[in-house]
Nanobody
Framework: VQLQACGGGLVQAGGSLRLSCAAS????????MGWFRQAPGKAREFVVA????????YYADSVKGRFTISRDNAKNTVYLQMNSLKPEDTAVYYC????????????????????WGQGTLVTVSS
């Protein structure tokens, strides 16, 4: 499975960006998808996840109310709409696919994902 993330860039604080992650080469619609991020000098951290059906979403407290995840299973694509961006959101953002189909648990655990995109850089200036 290949995951191709795009949409990152430079934005001022308070601005918005929309990230996309397109999957190819393997099943998508039956797998939970997640977004993680890694800031310079910090560990990779969970941002948000969406169940295989799209009915359930899980957000890190730091992004609740500002970020929205969605998916289009017909297009094998997951999206991350980021609003009200803050300088502390600056990081490389990675999309990931869960390792088990129909898995509804452990959405924030890095080890529950086995395919990762290459990352897209988001920089928020103050």
């Amino acid at each position: 499975v290949q995951l191709q993330a795009c949409g990152g860039g430079l934005v001022q604080a308070g601005g918005s960006l929309r990230l996309s992650c397109a999957a190819s080469g393997g099943p998508f619609s039956t797998y939970r998808m997640g977004w993680f991020r890694q800031a310079p000098g910090k560990a990779r951290e969970f941002v948000v996840a969406i169940s295989w059906s799209g009915r359930n979403t899980y957000y890190a407290d730091s992004v609740k109310g500002r970020f929205t995840i969605s998916r289009d299973n017909a297009k094998n694509t997951v999206y991350l709409q980021m609003n009200s961006l803050k300088p502390e959101d600056t990081a490389v953002y990675y999309c990931a696919r869960a390792s088990r189909a129909f898995d509804s648990g452990s959405s924030n655990v890095i080890g529950s994902y086995d395919y990762w995109g290459q990352g897209t850089l988001v920089t928020v200036s103050s």
